[in-house]
């Protein structure tokens, strides 16, 4: 039933950021945390 | 505020801060031009598509949503925060363990565990 709230398709569920789409949001995170990704949301 | 926010081991509600962008706050052009040039309704319609697209991803994946909140607050640490209490603690902790190795809208997402349960009580001290 709750599904068919959902009036369209999600545009942003799972989408990276651009140029990262090989990596898992687990990874990014991890990967930006070190320094070798600048993330200005990941401090 | 001291920001020393207590992170529960268990509890209903979760927590994903700065998830949602209010394209109200977004800040001015260089040349004194305001950022933001949606109209009353364009806003709200983008903060009720926001809402459904969370609200209805939840239940679906994660278990019945009792309530949901998104922060309205400028400071930094509460500005677009998002709080879902579940029905249980095991949909908290299935949410918490899965969103964080999703994306949504170009940003990895932190969720936690939040110690709130009344919303009307929740404030910053």
Request: net charge negative.
């Amino acid at each position: 039933q709750l599904k068919q709230l959902r009036t369209k398709k999600s545009k942003f569920w799972d989408k990276p950021p651009m140029g990262f789409e090989h990596l898992t949001p687990l990874q990014y995170k991890e990967m930006a945390a070190i320094g070798q990704i600048m993330d200005p949301k990941i401090t | 505020c001291s920001r020393l926010h207590n992170k529960p081991t268990f509890s209903q509600t979760i927590m994903i801060p700065n998830l949602y962008h209010n394209p109200a706050n977004a800040p001015s052009l260089p040349d004194g031009r305001p950022g933001c040039t949606m109209t009353e309704q364009e806003l709200e319609q983008d903060y009720d598509d926001f809402y459904e697209d969370i609200f209805v991803e939840m239940v679906d994946k994660y278990g019945i949503v009792e309530e949901m909140n998104v922060c309205d607050n400028l400071g930094e640490h509460l500005i677009g925060n998002v709080y879902i209490k579940f029905s249980n603690e095991d949909s908290a902790d299935k949410a918490v363990a899965e969103l964080n190795n999703r994306w949504f809208n170009g940003m990895a997402i932190k969720a936690e565990l939040s110690p709130v349960t009344d919303f009307r009580e929740a404030h910053c001290r």
